[in-house]
């Protein structure tokens, strides 16, 4: 993903309406580009702390270490997401190997 798609999606990412691959790929792209992280990190202290105004409830202002936490939290669902289907593959695998050596 280039920076100007990045860019493009940042607002969609705050509203957490990324999905899948785009997902992966906007949070892959702005964990390596310092300046599109700079761009996401301004635009959700800017959301978060609206939000946070509007809000009765107590506000962490710590804005930047919740982005940091969620995308970590999101990079550890997708590879949790790859690792288990690589597991499935590797039983698909290995199961159709045995079929091909029971025909034979």
Known sequence: MECKEALSLIDQYNEDKLRGTQKEQFLLHVKNCSSCY??????????????????????????????????EKEMGHIKRHHSVLQTVLLFILIFLTAVMIILL
């Open 38 to 71: 700079e761009e996401l990190d301004i635009k959700f202290i800017v959301t978060r702390g609206l939000k946070g105004l509007d809000s009765k409830e107590p506000t962490d202002f710590n804005f930047s270490g919740m982005l940091h936490s969620k995308i």
